[in-house]
């Protein structure tokens, strides 16, 4: 990771994203057209499909655990769903800016299913799914 050449601008910047997520997950798209097109790019598609596969490698035993630790056990009957999410986001079609938000919370969020014990899996995965469809 690089070292932020203007840490202030930076911090500055992180913030504008947050409240631009916030309001983008409430259906206010059209007022951060920067932010909506940062998150549908072919960068952050790419991206999250790799942390994606990543999380599929680990939960089939193909891949040593990493730092995070995954509720493999719990994953592994969702399988399928894991696979059909990252295909998603390379499938090179058009996907929506909150199902890119919901998403990186499937990643990064520690209350997420990837990473707590919970029973509702296949709902979770597939309302993000649900979430990548865009609306015309």
Not at 39 to 58: D, F, N, P, T, W
Not at 109 to 129: A, H, I, K, N
Request: aromatic residues 6%.
């Amino acid at each position: 990771m690089a070292i932020a050449a203007n840490p202030r601008a930076w911090l500055t910047r992180r913030r504008e994203r947050r409240e631009a997520d916030y309001w983008i997950a409430h259906g206010f798209e059209s007022r951060y057209p920067w932010r909506v097109a940062e998150l549908i790019s072919e960068r952050e598609r790419k991206l999250c499909a790799r942390s994606l596969k990543g999380v599929i490698a680990e939960v089939r035993g193909t891949k040593l655990p990493g730092a995070t630790p995954l509720r493999t056990a719990q994953l592994r009957p969702h399988l399928a769903q894991l696979e059909s999410l990252e295909a998603r986001l390379r499938d090179g079609e058009p996907v929506a800016a909150v199902g890119m938000l919901a998403v990186n919370e499937l990643l990064t969020s520690p209350s997420s299913c990837l990473f707590t014990d919970v029973e509702s899996v296949e709902p979770q995965l597939r309302r993000v799914l649900v979430k990548l469809r865009v609306v015309a």
